[in-house]
């Protein structure tokens, strides 16, 4: 059983361009959450998918801010127009939800530096 | 909304003594509680987690928490520290039933002196 995938795992780039990671959960299950950690916070909520739906968005994910998660399976996040701002750890998370709580893994995360 | 307090940001603690991380939490319903340890470049894994069954939870590598309502708190213990334990922990909170997002605290880095 292979964990929750993320890509790249490291990204540097320059203000004002667009980036795109990839997360792939561990397959059957149904939700995948993003989270964006700072140095010396913990993770904060950005946004998840229940399948193809994407049903919550932080008001943390501004309009620069898209994610999809087409086929159910692998999601994307993509920032646009990159700032300094956005420099921070991008963990991915699935879990199989089949009602109340569910117990959420985590990939590696992808960091992400803007210069 | 919910939310967790973790105090102290950094916690030594001498091999071989109680290793001994405090989280509060805030919920306007019944809490899901779970403590996450994230060690350096790497992802979060799952010590443990509480989902309204026993208060007392035992968890992997020796830790354990306890549940108790009365003080909103959800405690993680470890007996006896191994320098494997030096990581960076993390409590957090979910409201379950369809509100699964989880609100973490800021977290315990954890220092282990031999």
């Known amino acids: 059983d292979t964990g929750v995938s993320q890509n790249p795992r490291h990204k540097i780039t320059k203000r004002g361009q667009n980036v795109t990671f990839r997360c792939d959960p561990i397959?059957?299950?149904?939700?995948l959450y993003w989270y964006r950690q700072t140095l010396g916070q913990g993770p904060e909520f950005l946004t998840y998918?229940?399948?193809?739906?994407?049903?919550?968005k932080s008001r943390l994910l501004s309009d620069r801010f898209s994610a999809e998660r087409p086929k159910g399976s692998f999601s994307t996040l993509e920032i646009q127009r990159t700032e300094q701002g956005d420099s921070a750890m991008y963990l991915c998370a699935s879990s199989l939800n089949r009602g109340g709580t569910d117990t959420q893994y985590f990939g590696p995360g992808t960091r992400l530096t803007v210069l | 909304a919910q939310s967790v307090t973790q105090l102290g940001s950094h916690v030594s603690v001498s091999e071989g003594a109680l290793v001994l991380l405090r989280c509060n939490y805030s919920?306007?319903?019944?809490?899901?509680l779970f403590w996450y340890v994230q060690y350096p470049n790497q992802g979060l894994q799952l010590l443990l987690k509480y989902t309204s069954a026993a208060t007392l939870v035992k968890g992997i590598n020796g830790f354990e928490a306890e549940f108790k309502k009365s003080e909103t708190s959800f405690h993680l213990t470890k007996p006896s520290a191994h320098m494997s334990d030096a990581a960076e922990y993390f409590c957090a909170v979910s409201e379950g039933y369809g509100n699964n997002r989880l609100a973490f605290g800021k977290g315990n880095q954890v220092v282990v002196i031999p």
């Open positions: 998918f229940q399948n193809e739906a994407q049903l919550e």
């Open positions: 397959s059957e299950h149904n939700r």
């Open positions: 919920s306007s319903v019944p809490p899901y």
